[in-house]
């Protein structure tokens, strides 16, 4: 037994050093705020790096002897997430400061990982310009804010205007319900050959994207207006799979059945979000695109993949509800915050380095290189922002029609569980029921038991 | 990924000293500071881990961490992903170590034994090279190789055959070639030594008795060399168990959970469903796993021919 016990050792310690892996940070200086953002996984994109820059000069100027030292995490979100959920965990490596999604924030908040910043906003006179939806995002179950957003975001339909004309659809194309997008779907399938007719995210690898750009926009869009499909704030419950949430993983199911989305290995590549702006979009290969209001910043002079065109080549049309009932159209929105870290050391400098990246101009010039739709009222109105950008106005009128999603510290976990039905659906390893029933024992078990059963659903 | 670079003897039956054998504790003095060191950076994780395992720890969503006794582990077993978990790991871990880096290692090092120094050298170095690629670089060659429009299928269409998705219909054969690409090396290197050590008196008399190739093979090489298999066996077994990132670049452990192994498996749960409790019990009946193909191997091993 001698020789192998080291061996035995080594695989123990090659099994579990991922899960204890605790990294040596440096002493934190009290002159000196500690930034962690996440940084795009493409090397052509640093719009978010340069701006940071930009706004540590400001600071550091504003304030003699004060510095700002930016940590960049490249890295996919659900990584960047766990990467900085470690850091977080131990005073050494806490950052003063972290860019937050409000997907996770709830979660983080209840593992105690930030701060509340009521006492901060009490006498910022700022927080006053933001819109009511966007100060509860970072508002926790407690009462109390732990984030600032900074901008938020809407999904609709991209389509391709030269494909359309092809195919012999309308350039101001606008569909009613889910079989309008079907149907055009169908007919670019069999007048364009050789295009992908539409994209809907899908299945674990793509992770949120595929739960909130695609299942969500259609899960929202079942059933009554104003129902919570997915999650009662009422009765603080979840809600299992029924009717709308089996309908959409059918409409799923439809789409790769029939061959109308990309090739289904395409579909299940974690990065296939880069593939559709970089690749599928400006190369004229995909018709349709559920996606997301930034899509634009991509292809500016400044982006990853300049496409000088793509105003007019792309047009754009909001996503319909299912059979078209009220209110018509339904987009979801999510957002980042800034938020100040529970074992930061400096809070109050983090808080100082916020307003900076809060002043107008800032938040102005940030909503506008990232693409992001506005949550200030006084954003919103500078005409900057406005002109910044074709398609804005449109992206920016279905905040109206917008879903947010469920606020509570579970959500990643239900998120996870989603992906996984949409996976077992798509791949047709499961039918839209059976993929149902198992997300609702996932569900039971997440929530602990607090689910209700879907309402009656026309 | 720790690579075991160091072959560990194979151990023997050291037969008894004559004489009573005085315990010298000072002979140890030399190496407790070794030994602190171990228990302290070895131990103490290693220590940690098995404590979080009966622990309801989580990444983010709970502030507080409760001891939970045997939940975890009865949950595995209850739980559908795990025991898809456990058999694509058992499957992964025959075919990739056991038939396939295990076999072509032997292969590869049996033919070179009679090549000539050109080709000899030439092929050690082909296949070296594939093992001396970081892991998640050789991952990311396989992905390439396999995808729908890879390599593989360039080469297929170019012979007029049909073209295969292997990552998306059979992920777990794909990810245990990526690894037989990969792992052989070492095999083969270990074989080799085995081989060379083999005195040639002993193969030129059976082949004077008449003994065929493969029934010298059978009969003189393999027993010969049986201490070698047996560790050879057991180093790919522990390093197959634990691989990662091969997978991970690959496939992710998808389509669906097709090629979802016990280490992928574990990440899932620790880092993207935040259960940190959980997944380090997944940890620990991994290492059990691995054990328990030691001692079968450690078994064989002992057996005297």
Redo the contacts between chains.
Sequence with gaps: MRPTAPLILAATLAATAGLTSCGGGSGSDPDTVKVVYNRSTDNKIRFKDNHLAEVKKQFEKANPGKKVKLVPIQAQDNDYATKVQQMMRSPKTAPDLVYEDTFRINSDIKAGYLRPLDSYLAKWKTWDQFVDTAKAAAKAEDGKTYGVPDGTDTRGLWFNKKIFAKAGLPADWSPKNWDDILKAARTIKRKVPGVTPLNTYTGKAPGETSVMQSFEMLLYGTGEAGGNPLYDPGAKKWVTGGKGFQDALSFLRTVYSEKLGPDISDALDPNVGTTVFSEWLPEGKLAIALDGSWLGQNWLKTGGKPWPEWSKTLGQAPMPTQNGQAPGKVSMSGGWTWAITAKSKNPDLAWKFIQQLQTKENAVTWDIVDAQIAVRKDVAQDPKYTSSMPGITFFTGLVKYTHYRPTTPVYPQVSTAIGEAMEAATTGDASPEKAAKSYDDQLTSIADGATVAASGQG | ??T?TKV????TETPARPGPRRGRPLRWLPLAPATVMLLLF?GG??A??VY?AFTNM??????STDFVGLDNFQRAFGDDDFRNAVVLTLVFTLLSSLVGQNTLGLALAALMQRASRPVRTLTGSIVIAAWVVPEIVAGFLLYAFF??EGTLNALLDGLGLPSQ?W??TLPILAVSFANVWRGTAFSMLVYSAALSEIPKEITEAAEVDGAGGMSRFWHITLPMIRRSIGTNL??NT?QT??V?GLIWAMT?G???NRSQTL?VF??DQ?????L?GY??AV?LL??LV??LF?LVY?RLMREEV
């Design positions: 990924m720790a075991v560990a003897a194979a151990p070895l994780p290693i940690y881990c979080i989580q990444l983010t969503g709970a502030s995808r729908r998705n990552l998306y057991m180093l522990l168990l634990s990662f992710r998808g389509p669906g280490p574990m990440y620790a880092f993207n469903k935040s940190i997944g380090t940890a991994l290492l691995g054990a030691s450690l």
